[in-house]
């Protein structure tokens, strides 16, 4: 089956994400207190630096949900008129270089621009 | 009984809304004459609800608990979800939820040995907000919105999203009430959202699946694209088919392919598709 089956169900960073993202005070906290906020939530040290590098394979190695991924690199980056989209190009560019590179030459056959 | 007046079906990419414009002057014209189209349609039907079918994309239930449908039974719905608004480029929008037919859903449905969850405040991100922005812009049509899983595992296989789509139409056409019924599946085409391969749409993929929804026939959609098929396609995106598949249900014959664009701009094959003829 498919990348999806990859994730953990049971991993405190599925829960983190999904309470920070629904609180303002939390987004906040994410960005000045990134650590203090994994330790409460109990994530392990090796799921807050993936997250913390911005590392779309680490995080994933570790069982985060896919869908996930994007939205930590939202709440790093912002997300207004896709603004994010050159930064988290950038970290799946480093994490997954052949797949990105394949469907960067795909977009560029299309010409449908980014 | 209430009688299913429409079918229908379109990608609900973020990017239709939040960065329309990344995509190519080509891509922008055949996306707002299909949807466009859609809306046409829809309004010629002279349905009192629009049934969505979504699929919740882990905003409203945690991953410790994600159920397998999920009714919106409020009086009004309020989206897009706070954090999703600047996302999706959209101002806050207003649509009166029918509620004796949402909660008909969930208690019927359980009588018929379907399991519904319900929520009486769902939020909403793109996969109810962008078909609303095109196809029930002025809230003329209430809104009964039913999210799915799809990205959660173990995820329903298209055959089981066809039973329950069967179920729901004869559930729907039991409702003591003359309502007029649209439904409307929301999601796809191919698409990997936050996979390894984010960046990358599966045109063939797509061109095959809406083939078979052009040829019409039920039973060869079901036993040639399978939920592995789909996950080959993009994993956790392009089972948002599951949504199209369980519409499926409601029809007959050939779909009109009103649209398709392999959009990498807006990250997900984008397409647009009515069915000229409802089962009966």
């Not at chain 1, 000045?32 to 906020?37: I, K, S």
């Not at chain 2, 410790?64 to 959209?90: C, K, Q, R, S």
């Not at chain 2, 806050?92 to 009486?120: D, F, K, M, T």
């Not at chain 2, 698409?191 to 039920?218: A, S």
Request: glycine fraction near 8%; include cysteine; hydrophobic fraction near 40%.
């Amino acid at each position: 089956m498919g990348n999806v089956e990859r994730c953990d169900k049971t991993l405190p960073s599925n829960e983190m994400i999904y309470r920070v993202r629904r609180d303002p005070a939390l987004r906040a906290r994410f960005l000045t207190d990134l650590e203090g906020l994994a330790r409460e939530f109990g994530l392990s040290r090796a799921e807050y630096e993936a997250i913390r590098d911005k590392d779309p394979r680490r995080m994933m190695d570790l069982g985060i949900h896919q869908y996930y991924v994007p939205q930590i690199l939202r709440l790093f980056f912002g997300a207004a008129h896709n603004s994010n989209a050159s930064a988290a190009l950038e970290c799946y560019q480093r994490a997954f270089p052949d797949e990105t590179a394949k469907a960067m030459a795909l977009e560029a056959r299309l010409g449908g621009g980014r | 009984m209430a009688e299913i007046v429409a079918a229908m079906a379109m990608t609900h990419s973020p990017g239709l809304t939040g960065w329309f414009t990344r995509a190519s002057q080509d891509y922008q014209q055949q996306a707002l004459q299909a949807t466009a189209e859609m809306r046409r349609r829809l309004v010629a039907a002279r349905p009192d609800v629009v049934v969505m079918f979504s699929n919740d994309h882990l905003l409203n239930w945690p991953i410790n608990n994600v159920p397998e449908y999920t009714v919106g039974i409020a009086d009004e719905h309020v989206g897009p979800a706070d954090w999703f608004d600047e996302w999706l480029a959209m101002e806050q929008y207003r649509v009166p939820g029918h509620s004796a037919i949402a909660r008909w859903l969930v208690n019927e449905g359980a009588r018929r040995g379907l399991a519904l969850a319900y929520l009486r405040e769902m939020q909403y991100d793109d996969g109810i907000s962008v078909p609303t922005h095109y196809l029930n812009p002025d809230a003329q049509f209430k809104l009964v919105p039913v999210t799915m899983n799809c990205t959660v595992p173990p995820i329903p296989t298209p055959e089981r999203a066809y039973n329950v789509g069967t179920l729901i139409r004869e559930t729907l056409r039991a409702y003591p009430g003359n309502e007029r019924v649209a439904v409307v599946a929301t999601g796809g085409l191919s698409h990997e959202p936050g996979g390894p391969r984010y960046f990358w749409v599966d045109e063939e993929f797509d061109r095959w699946f809406l083939e078979l929804l052009k040829r019409g026939d039920h039973a060869a959609l079901l036993r040639e694209c399978t939920l592995e098929r789909m996950e080959e396609a993009g994993s956790g995106g392009t089972a948002e088919l599951l949504a199209w598949v369980l519409v499926l249900a409601f029809t007959r014959g050939p779909a009109d392919v009103l649209a398709y664009m392999p959009a990498v701009a807006w990250r997900s094959g984008t397409g647009m598709v009515v069915w000229n003829e409802i089962a009966r």
